[in-house]
């Protein structure tokens, strides 16, 4: 059961990993537990203790993790955070924003890139997500500018959108959660003092300081495969866009392929080629292509096969599954592509027999569309009639 804090315990509790901190109960600002929590403000998803154009000896990151244009999200088993900046509409530059979250950024991932020193004056960042109760929040970690697994110039990137038919950037930063289950509060008193004490600190904050290796805090999941429930969008929004792709070729599912194929790209950049083969006699279609793996001279190209299913309500069950395992030749893995899911037994096949086979479900659709800024159902459905017409 994940540990719940109470209000008037706010000033004087520690930070744990995935617990929730209650707010007030009086239907306004106030409410908000982070001010007494960590002595910072009560508005906006960049809060602060410190100077923006000087020293900053705290950074909070807050997010409602539910915005469909800048979809923040935390990946708990590989201990990565992304969070999008708040230049979030057109008619500012990129870091002209009303609270300089966009600065801060700038500033916080130059002086993580600059040495020991660069990172003994980056400020600690807490990362807090709502709850979705009322003002109530949820510890989400402790964070370092970047990402192992990116090159630097990938983990803070100026992104374009267009909104109102008016093109603008945005930030799109990638932080590490560090494996660091609990924060003192004597660390957090000095660093609310103006006088940060590392000796108070996490020994992986430390660690960081002063070699710039990034421990995370990983999770394995207990269950190999996903349930039908975190393959299916939950909100709305996110259940509306994937009605709009199943609308759109549910009288020409064959058509689907196409889509299907745009979509695996959109998750795996690395495939080279990928091309939809001709009807089969059962009226599916495959598709088939290669992915790079490796650099340079020293990557390698791996085959792969496609099959996709858009389905209105019904999940991918173990026959269709078993269809593209048999399809599978030595040495190649599987796309499998649909709009809603895969049933338990299905995904539990592929997961104890070790099929190399990509889910890619309902859910994942809608995260892909989000990250790539169609993060509605109408721009979904643009999307589908500019780039596959119903008379193509």
């Known amino acids: 059961m994940l540990k719940s804090v109470p209000f008037d315990q706010l000033r004087t509790t520690d ?9 007030r109960r009086n239907g306004n600002a106030g409410d908000d537990p982070l001010p007494t929590l960590l002595s ?20 909070v990151l807050t997010s409602s993790m539910n915005d469909p244009d800048w979809p923040d999200a935390i990946d708990r088993e590989h201990g990565v955070f992304t969070y999008f900046g708040d230049n979030k509409k057109p008619g500012r530059e990129l870091h002209e924003t009303g609270r300089h979250g966009n600065l801060i950024l ?11 020193t660069g990172r003994a004056e980056t400020p600690p960042i ?6 979705g109760v009322r003002r109530d929040v949820q510890f989400l970690g402790l964070a370092v500018p970047g990402a192992s697994d990116l090159d630097a110039s990938e983990d803070l990137v100026a992104i374009w959108r267009i909104a109102d ?11 590490t959660v560090l494996n660091a289950p609990v924060i003192s509060r004597a660390w957090i008193d000095t660093i609310v003092a103006g006088e940060r004490d590392d000796r108070l600190a996490p020994d ?31 909100d709305r929004e996110g259940q509306a866009m994937i009605s709009a792709l199943h609308d759109h070729f549910k009288d020409r599912p064959h058509a689907f392929e196409h889509c299907a194929v745009a979509i695996a790209r959109l998750m795996m950049p690395e495939i080279t080629t990928l091309d939809v083969t001709r009807p089969s006699r059962d009226g599916g279609r495959d598709a088939i292509g290669q992915m790079r793996v ?4 020293s990557g390698i190209l791996v085959d792969f096969a496609l099959e996709a299913k858009c389905y209105g309500t019904r999940a991918v069950g173990v026959r269709d599954v078993s269809r593209l395992i048999s399809r599978l030749r030595h040495r190649q893995f599987g796309v499998l592509v649909t709009t809603t899911c895969l049933d338990r037994q299905a995904y539990k096949e592929i997961k ?11 859910a994942d659709i809608v995260e892909l569309f989000r990250r790539h800024g169609r993060g509605t159902a109408a721009l979904v459905g643009k999307w589908l009639c500019e780039d596959f017409p119903s008379n193509s």
Request: glycine share 10%; proline share 3%; no cysteine.
């Open 15 to 23: 930070l744990h990993v995935d617990a929730h901190y209650v707010g």
């Open 40 to 59: 910072v403000d009560n508005h906006g998803g960049f809060r602060k203790r410190g100077k923006v154009h000087g020293q900053l000896h705290m950074l």
């Open 106 to 116: 700038r500033k916080i991932f130059a002086a993580a890139r600059s040495g020991a």
């Open 126 to 131: 807490f990362l807090f997500a709502s709850t």
């Open 165 to 175: 038919g008016d093109r603008f950037q945005n930030y799109r930063a990638r932080f």
């Open 204 to 234: 992986t904050w430390r660690q960081w300081i002063s070699t710039g290796r990034r421990n995370p805090l990983l999770a394995t999941r207990s269950l190999e495969w996903r349930t039908s429930r975190e393959q299916l969008p939950q």
């Open 294 to 297: 490796g650099q340079g001279a």
């Open 352 to 362: 104890e027999d070790g099929h190399p086979i990509v889910v890619i479900a309902a």
